[in-house]
């Protein structure tokens, strides 16, 4: 099924742990406007500093509650690279991003 970008917009963010926030952006890849990463408004938690997670990282999706859960700790996903929202995400943000979680990169 296809969904609109716009309705996925605030859904709620679960990590292993509690919840960690909601959908506030989605990036997607120039070359091929695939959708690459959420960005995640981590509101209160984190003093509404925003985190990137990757879409390749999503362990489930549930539409008719709103929400994306990810399997990763809430501490991880706090002590992660700092992301810039003002700025173009170059590839060597991208490398440490996916170096940290331990993922492999999109590209490859």
């Given at each position: 099924m296809l969904r609109s970008i716009k309705e996925m917009l605030d859904y709620?963010?679960?990590a292993t742990d509690g919840e960690i926030g909601?959908?506030?952006d989605i990036l997607l890849?120039?070359?091929?406007l695939k959708v690459r990463y959420l960005v995640i408004d981590t509101g209160g938690w984190l003093s509404g500093r925003?985190?990137?997670?990757s879409t390749a990282w999503l362990s489930s999706v549930a539409p008719e509650k709103r929400m994306i859960v990810v399997n990763i700790e809430?501490?991880?996903?706090?002590e992660s690279p700092?992301?810039?929202?003002?700025?173009e995400?170059?590839?060597e943000y991208e490398v440490?991003?996916?170096?940290?979680?331990g993922f492999p990169y999109y590209w490859q």
């Amino acid at each position: 099924m296809l969904r609109s970008i716009k309705e996925m917009l605030d859904y709620t963010i679960l990590a292993t742990d509690g919840e960690i926030g909601h959908v506030s952006d989605i990036l997607l890849a120039d070359s091929d406007l695939k959708v690459r990463y959420l960005v995640i408004d981590t509101g209160g938690w984190l003093s509404g500093r925003a985190v990137l997670l990757s879409t390749a990282w999503l362990s489930s999706v549930a539409p008719e509650k709103r929400m994306i859960v990810v399997n990763i700790e809430k501490k991880r996903i706090q002590e992660s690279p700092l992301y810039e929202s003002s700025a173009e995400i170059p590839r060597e943000y991208e490398v440490r991003l996916h170096d940290y979680y331990g993922f492999p990169y999109y590209w490859q």
